[in-house]
């Protein structure tokens, strides 16, 4: 490595174990040159260092929050009913059954993981070239499921994940009004369709032949055709085919 | 009997959750400050950071899984509020550095226009340069968290640190500068 060299790798990372790297610093003058650029990480370090009034023991406190909260929730439905304050809340629901024709009932495991999916990985959500289809094919296979043209030439990410330990399949495909989510979940049974939302987003979990299915778009999506149109291009492959 | 032992695992998950703020929460934080370049905003990122990670405790044994995790749930959520809304967030510029103790005047003069310099750098320069720096991250580690090739990050830091040499440059204030000829 030579001196050129060696100052590069310096900038870049002067703590790097490059063997290559680590070799050149046997030469004093280069482990000089070093020792500089250490001493510039080190002041980039101190100038990284904000005051600032974050108290991280406050984060301890997350577990006891979250489990008032789903407490709360839990009796909402209740309550929701009973008082009128409530009654926004209650609309909303009511009108929900009646777009969709489906009692409500939560999964909140499944759904709560689908969302969590989501955000965790909400960097898929912006691809915008076409998933190859050479890809998708034999990752539907290992499903036992194929996927009709309308979605396929709309779709912009698919992928294994794990949901609720099942090995469950991720795909992104365009909507009216943005990106939307399938997950299919191979083996897991849903009661009943339900709603779930977080946010800026909403979306349907039911169930679609032995797996579950949740389809999550922006607000402004409509969900209903959509998941009419899935339970039409998703489907079990035929004997032949398999 | 079984009431104990439901008792028993909770206290157990909790004494792990404590366990995970204790080790990076403050380095979390500095991230997401970097990142979104507003306190408000950090706070509010890593306390959904770590939110996540309380309800996905499980996938999280491995601490040193841990904190490339709570480093892209924070990515996550800095891109997300990003998309939802264009923030007009430059706090960090009023922020006091906090300058060590022995530090002198024309050393604090250099942090100050260090930092200035790390905060008008562009995001995708700015995010492995915290994560090196502040996170020791190597390369790689960088790469498998920003899920990018080893070269672009190296690159990235690479541009990253000739910027802010080049403020210090401009300044003509540093020692330090003449380092990258």
């Given at each position: 490595m030579n001196e050129i060299e060696f100052r590069k790798q310096c900038v870049i990372d002067p703590n790097s174990e490059d063997e290559r790297f680590v070799e050149a610093m046997q030469d004093s003058e280069l482990h000089k040159i070093r020792e500089e650029y250490l001493d510039?990480?080190?002041q980039l370090k101190d100038a990284m260092r904000l005051q600032?009034?974050?108290?991280?023991?406050?984060?301890?406190?997350?577990?006891?929050?979250?489990?008032?909260?789903?407490?709360k929730e839990e009796s909402s439905w209740f309550k929701s009913a009973l008082r009128p304050a409530y009654s926004i809340a209650a609309s909303f629901v009511a009108a929900m059954v009646v777009v969709f024709g489906l009692l409500l009932q939560p999964e909140p495991a499944l759904s709560e993981s689908m969302m969590d999916h989501l955000y965790d990985h909400m960097e898929v959500t912006?691809?915008?070239?076409k998933f190859p289809q050479q890809k998708l094919r034999p990752?539907?296979?290992?499903?036992?499921?194929?996927?009709?043209?309308?979605?396929?030439?709309?779709?912009?990410?698919?992928?294994?994940?794990?949901?609720?330990?099942?090995?469950?399949?991720?795909?992104?495909?365009?909507?009216?009004?943005?990106?939307?989510?399938?997950?299919?979940?191979?083996?897991?049974?849903?009661?009943?369709?339900s709603m779930m939302g977080r946010e800026q987003f909403h979306g349907i979990l039911f169930q679609h032949g032995d797996g579950a299915v949740g389809i999550i778009g922006v607000m402004d999506e409509q969900l209903l055709p959509l998941k009419d149109e899935v339970e039409a291009s998703l489907v079990p492959l035929t004997p032949k085919e398999a | 009997m079984e009431k104990n032992d439901e008792n028993r695992v909770m206290k157990k998950k909790k004494r792990q959750f404590e366990r995970l703020v204790d080790l990076y929460a403050q380095?979390?934080?500095?991230?997401?400050?970097?990142?979104?370049?507003?306190?408000?905003?950090?706070?509010?990122?890593?306390?959904?950071?770590y939110a996540r990670a309380w309800k996905n405790l499980d996938q999280l044994k491995d601490e040193s899984v841990a904190k490339s995790r709570l480093l892209t749930i924070v990515r996550n959520e800095n891109a997300r509020r990003f998309q939802r809304k264009q923030f007009d967030l430059v706090d960090i510029d009023n922020t006091q550095v906090t300058a060590s103790a022995d530090s002198e005047p024309e050393n604090r003069t250099?942090?100050?226009?260090?930092?200035?310099?790390?905060?008008?750098?562009?995001?995708?320069?700015?995010?492995?340069?915290?994560?090196?720096?502040?996170?020791?991250?190597?390369?790689?580690?960088?790469?498998?968290?920003?899920?990018?090739?080893?070269?672009?990050?190296?690159?990235?830091?690479?541009?990253?640190?000739q910027k802010v040499k080049g403020s210090l440059t401009e300044t003509q204030s540093s020692n330090v500068a003449r380092l990258y000829p």
């Amino acid at each position: 490595m030579n001196e050129i060299e060696f100052r590069k790798q310096c900038v870049i990372d002067p703590n790097s174990e490059d063997e290559r790297f680590v070799e050149a610093m046997q030469d004093s003058e280069l482990h000089k040159i070093r020792e500089e650029y250490l001493d510039f990480d080190a002041q980039l370090k101190d100038a990284m260092r904000l005051q600032s009034d974050f108290d991280p023991e406050s984060l301890k406190l997350i577990p006891q929050e979250m489990d008032e909260e789903h407490a709360k929730e839990e009796s909402s439905w209740f309550k929701s009913a009973l008082r009128p304050a409530y009654s926004i809340a209650a609309s909303f629901v009511a009108a929900m059954v009646v777009v969709f024709g489906l009692l409500l009932q939560p999964e909140p495991a499944l759904s709560e993981s689908m969302m969590d999916h989501l955000y965790d990985h909400m960097e898929v959500t912006h691809i915008r070239t076409k998933f190859p289809q050479q890809k998708l094919r034999p990752l539907l296979d290992e499903y036992g499921i194929r996927i009709s043209e309308v979605l396929t030439e709309r779709m912009r990410h698919a992928s294994k994940c794990e949901l609720e330990n099942l090995t469950s399949l991720h795909i992104v495909f365009d909507g009216e009004s943005g990106p939307v989510t399938l997950f299919f979940m191979p083996g897991a049974e849903v009661d009943r369709a339900s709603m779930m939302g977080r946010e800026q987003f909403h979306g349907i979990l039911f169930q679609h032949g032995d797996g579950a299915v949740g389809i999550i778009g922006v607000m402004d999506e409509q969900l209903l055709p959509l998941k009419d149109e899935v339970e039409a291009s998703l489907v079990p492959l035929t004997p032949k085919e398999a | 009997m079984e009431k104990n032992d439901e008792n028993r695992v909770m206290k157990k998950k909790k004494r792990q959750f404590e366990r995970l703020v204790d080790l990076y929460a403050q380095d979390i934080h500095r991230f997401a400050l970097w990142l979104t370049k507003d306190h408000h905003t950090a706070e509010d990122v890593v306390q959904e950071a770590y939110a996540r990670a309380w309800k996905n405790l499980d996938q999280l044994k491995d601490e040193s899984v841990a904190k490339s995790r709570l480093l892209t749930i924070v990515r996550n959520e800095n891109a997300r509020r990003f998309q939802r809304k264009q923030f007009d967030l430059v706090d960090i510029d009023n922020t006091q550095v906090t300058a060590s103790a022995d530090s002198e005047p024309e050393n604090r003069t250099e942090i100050s226009i260090m930092r200035k310099a790390i905060a008008a750098l562009p995001i995708d320069y700015r995010e492995p340069l915290v994560m090196q720096v502040i996170h020791g991250m190597s390369c790689r580690e960088i790469a498998e968290t920003m899920d990018l090739p080893e070269n672009t990050v190296m690159t990235r830091l690479f541009r990253a640190k000739q910027k802010v040499k080049g403020s210090l440059t401009e300044t003509q204030s540093s020692n330090v500068a003449r380092l990258y000829p």
